[in-house]
């Protein structure tokens, strides 16, 4: 595999990952538009970080990939 394929596929990683991150962003937007109490809804932002992170933290992890291998000599 040459190095523009191995780019390629990384690119495609990091939109994968950013595809699926946004569609569960919506979710949390339409939690957050559905909560009676403005309060309420933060609290529960805050305490739910760590459930979010796990579809945040692939997008990083690909996009830090791709960073790291274009910068390579």
Known sequence: MNRSQQIELL????NEARRI???QE???????????NP????NE?????DKRMV??????????KLT???SRQ
């Open 68 to 70: 790291k291998f274009r």
């Open 55 to 64: 579809y945040i933290q692939p997008w990083l992890d690909a996009k830090d």
């Open 45 to 49: 932002w805050n305490k739910n970080f």
């Open 26 to 36: 919506a979710f949390w937007v339409e939690e957050w538009n559905a909560a009676r």
């Open 11 to 14: 690119e495609r990683a990091v």
């Open 21 to 23: 991150m946004e569609t």
């Open 39 to 42: 309060f309420i809804a933060i």
